[in-house]
């Protein structure tokens, strides 16, 4: 069986806080960035210089309510569980051969070479199960991790979008164990809204396909 892995996708895996900066003009409308320049400081002069707009989500509740997650993480378990069936198959049908071998190596007083052929094979069968058990964790990381970059390139490309349409300059985020807000005021709280706006984009992606 394949050694307890923590397969599960998790929006706050790779970053400790989403922020997402929007260059706004001095009258606080959106001004689009100017492509393959450094984007200008609020503090260039004092007449640009004005309160950043912050807004907070809560990752938790992200990583509980997006169907994108709840999908995957429910389609990596399967593969855990289908992953594991087969390494146990395996293990079963060289286990057979073990017991065989050593009911054969106690039965009687074998010549040394043929206990040498007997202590290679068993050796050999161990490897082969290392070497089954690795390649099959080994698949499941690789699904994990490709599905991780989806989630982050997902989540952020669409906080970018809701940041500019919202005139945000800032997205923080909040969790259990991850405490870097204190405090924040409710009205400021987008859960809600980053949640079911991933959620409509997902399905709509789905109902394309």
């Known amino acids: 069986m394949i050694a307890k892995i923590a397969l599960g996708l ?6 400790a806080v989403v922020i997402l900066f929007t ?60 992953a594991n069936s087969k390494v146990q198959a395996e293990y079963d049908k060289r286990q057979k051969e073990v017991a065989e071998l050593m009911q054969y190596a106690q039965s009687k007083q074998l010549p040394a070479d043929e206990q040498e052929v007997i202590q290679n094979r068993l050796m050999q069968l ?20 490709e599905l991780q970059k989806q989630l982050q390139e997902r989540v952020n490309q669409f906080l970018t979008g809701y940041a500019k349409r919202k005139g945000i300059d800032y997205v923080l985020n909040y969790q259990e164990g991850l405490q870097l807000i204190l405090y924040g005021n409710k009205v400021f709280d987008v859960t809600s809204e980053v949640v079911n706006g991933l959620n409509e984009e997902y399905r709509t992606e789905k109902a394309a396909k």
Do not use: C
């Open 10 to 15: 998790n929006v706050v895996l790779a970053i």
């Open 23 to 82: 260059r706004t003009s001095p009258a606080g409308k959106m001004a689009e960035p100017i492509t393959g320049e450094p984007e200008q400081s609020v503090f260039s002069t004092n007449d640009s210089v004005k309160a950043p707009i912050v807004a907070y989500l809560n990752g938790d509740s992200i990583n509980e309510k997006y169907l994108f997650i709840v999908e995957k993480t429910k389609g990596l378990e399967a593969g855990l569980k289908k």
């Open 126 to 145: 161990e490897e082969e199960m290392a070497q089954i058990e690795d390649r099959e964790k080994g698949s499941l990381l690789q699904q994990e991790s």
